[in-house]
């Protein structure tokens, strides 16, 4: 791996011998280039990053799905991202197409995790309206933490109730049948998680930008081309004007760009 942006002594430090392809990076390199920013006087105000990869025609899925567009270097990000997390928001329809499974305790990232006061995995957080969720999956019945769910006011009594007796938390976050996104944000930081990292889908990404609460975008640019009609990373509601977020590092290995921009 090869950092291109910001250039500084360590771009050449992690090239290998000759300027070819650079060396894999340690996951402690990794999670140096990734920390979330220090708390201010006032204590660590929540952060929102998402994580999330595209072809080079703006795909964000293939056959539904984002693993057949990604490669080994992005999964060591995703698991560095996650490590680094408090929580994991995701939308229902993502946990639903991409199988999810609750967020696992990873020996390497141990003792980074204590020392950050953080519990040995992040909490996953689900976005969802209806609870149209399937609670004997291993999300609901074996996670380290109890995964959390964010929904509306409204949400019928019974899907509650199923969602509770499966162990899961309810969460309401917003009225009526919808989640509010400013109102999750600020609701998860009142339970401690203010590292936030969100994985989508589109759906919630674009949500989450209309409403203005991301703060950092890292993607991956997969040097593919799918054509079809598949999902861009954010999709819903479009903004008055377009948002603008400032280039913050670029890392590069096998034609993968990995990047970080966060709000202007």
Sequence with gaps: MRRLFPVTDVTDETAAPGGEEGREWSLAELAAAYAYPEPGPGGREPWLRA???STLDGAAQHD??????????????FGTLRALADVVVVGAQTVRQEGYRPARARAEFAAAREAAGQGPAPVIAVVTAGLDLDFSLPLFTSPLVPTLL????????????AAERAGARVITAGEGGA???????????DLGHTRLLTEGGPRLLGQLVAAGVLDELCLTVSPMLTAGDAQRIAGGPSVT???RFALKSMLEEDGFLFTRYQRS
């Design 51 to 53: 994580n999330m990869v």
């Design 64 to 77: 539904g799905r984002s693993q057949p567009i990604s490669c080994p270097a992005d999964m060591r990000i």
């Design 150 to 161: 964010l929904t509306g006011a409204g949400a019928a009594p019974d899907r509650v109730a």
């Design 179 to 189: 989640v509010d996104p400013a109102r999750a944000v600020r609701t998860l930081a």
């Design 241 to 243: 004007f377009p948002r």
